[in-house]
């Protein structure tokens, strides 16, 4: 069984639980809880989001994090294999991923939760799936840079992310298992 999730997170700065009146969040009848300093949206599914994509060198969560101190928009789905990611403080875009058959926007500067998609683990799983030899150089290249770039397949995007990027900034519910 699949997956289609968009998560609207906003906290403050220093630590204060966010009011949902004042967050600037549209929360109307979704579902929404707290998951540490977090205030948590979840969307119904992942149709529901922001566009990520309309602008990819402009970010869509530039007001809430002014408003807050920090948002964070993940949104997944696992028919597609889709995975969208923004994180923004202090009214400005540290980090936005878009991706699915190949990372489409990069934007930003990489985050910690990062860091496992382009390590030595991961490389060795990716070697053993290759079918082609050759295209274990390229492979290995990008590995070797560290980053993301545009148009690349590796790392892997997909929904599988959500939880990785989550974990990544503190929440530690799973947010497929809320209503």
């Excluded at 002014?66 to 964070?72: I, P």
Aim: glycine share 12%; net charge negative.
């Amino acid at each position: 069984m699949g997956f289609s999730l968009c998560l609207m997170c906003v906290r403050s700065g220093d630590g204060r639980p966010v009011d949902p009146a004042r967050s600037g969040l549209s929360i109307g009848g979704k579902t929404h809880y707290t998951d540490g300093p977090w205030l948590v949206v979840k969307h119904a599914d992942a149709a529901s989001y922001p566009s990520l994509m309309d602008d990819p060198e402009k970010g869509c969560l530039d007001e809430l994090s002014a408003l807050n101190g920090e948002a964070l928009c993940v949104v997944g789905q696992s028919n597609a294999d889709q995975f969208m990611y923004e994180y923004s403080r202090g009214g400005k875009v540290v980090r936005k991923l878009v991706g699915d058959d190949g990372w489409r926007v990069v934007l930003g500067e990489p985050q910690p939760w990062e860091a496992p998609l382009l390590g030595p683990d991961k490389l060795a799983y990716e070697l053993s799936l290759l079918e082609k030899e050759d295209d274990s150089t390229r492979l290995r290249e990008i590995f070797a840079a560290k980053k993301f770039r545009i148009g690349d397949r590796y790392p892997r995007p997909g929904a599988g992310l959500v939880l990785l990027a989550l974990k990544g900034h503190g929440l530690t519910q799973d947010p497929l298992q809320r209503p």
